[in-house]
């Protein structure tokens, strides 16, 4: 990896604070608008915070755990950064884009590293018409909800919901339901990375359904179209020694 100017971005906790201003002391920097690579100081959401926030930069980012689980992460070390730097090894992903229609008509248009996914608002389960490629794969599914998740996100929530893990190089999403109550005994599906998913949302007024794309919500939803964008690519910065790849790997051997 070659570069010639750095900066570091924190989130705003202690631990990530202080090695902020330790790194700064340590290294000459510039700001984020104005470097060529980025080194991000927190956990798994800051990094998705950062990746959404220099989107259209399009510039490497390097991420130290300051955080707790630290998936999205490097292990963090203050000697020898520039070193590390010039040894990492590059991911490129590429994010889902949903276009979610409310009820009021608005429409809210939101990018999602880790995944989309549709929550029930209220007690009553969600019903759900699911069209994958203009085909109608499920008429009706009562449910408290459903995701699609990427390879990079299929360890976060889909994990969580009992998805599946993905390898990057798979051209694969995961379909995951949650909490499915009809049909009870489906799991999921697994889809071409190039599939366009449309969710419609069946008695809306009665059943309410919010749409998330990482973090950006949209209420009351009635119709949610998910893609993956190819034209849009992030770029993230790995230790050889422990890249993504290898970590979705050994994530699926772990007690």
């Known amino acids: ?83 590390r730097l010039s040894k990492a090894e590059e991911v490129i992903l590429h994010p889902l884009r949903m276009k979610a ?15 989309v996914s549709l929550l029930r608002e209220t007690r ?24 699609l998740s990427t390879p990079a996100g299929s360890t976060a929530y889909n994990l969580s919901a009992h998805g599946p893990i993905i390898p990057l190089g798979a051209g694969i999403a995961a379909l995951t339901p949650i909490s499915a109550f009809r049909p009870r005994r489906w799991r999921g599906a697994l889809l071409p990375h190039t599939a366009k998913v449309v969710f419609e949302i069946l008695e809306s007024d009665k059943r309410p359904v919010s749409a998330v794309a990482d973090y950006t919500e949209a209420r009351d939803v009635v119709e949610v179209e998910v893609r993956e964008d190819r034209s849009c690519d992030l770029f993230m910065l790995f230790d050889p020694e422990h890249n993504l790849e290898e970590r979705i790997i050994t994530e699926q051997f772990l007690p």
């Open 1 to 83: 990896m070659t570069f010639n100017s750095i900066a570091f971005v924190a989130a705003e906790t202690e631990a990530a604070k202080a090695a902020l201003t330790r790194l700064q002391a340590r290294y000459p920097h510039v700001p984020p608008e104005e470097a060529d690579l980025i080194v991000a100081l927190g956990g798994d959401g800051f990094m998705l915070e950062t990746l959404h926030r220099f989107v259209e930069r399009r510039v490497p980012i390097y991420g130290m755990n300051r955080g707790s689980v630290g998936f999205l992460m490097n292990v963090y070390r203050e000697h020898g950064l520039i070193e």
């Open 101 to 115: 229609r409310t009820s009021s008509g608005e429409e809210v248009e939101a990018l999602a590293i880790n995944e």
């Open 124 to 147: 009553q389960a969600a019903k759900l018409r699911i069209r994958i490629d203009g085909k109608i794969r499920m008429d009706e599914l009562i449910c408290d909800g459903i995701l």
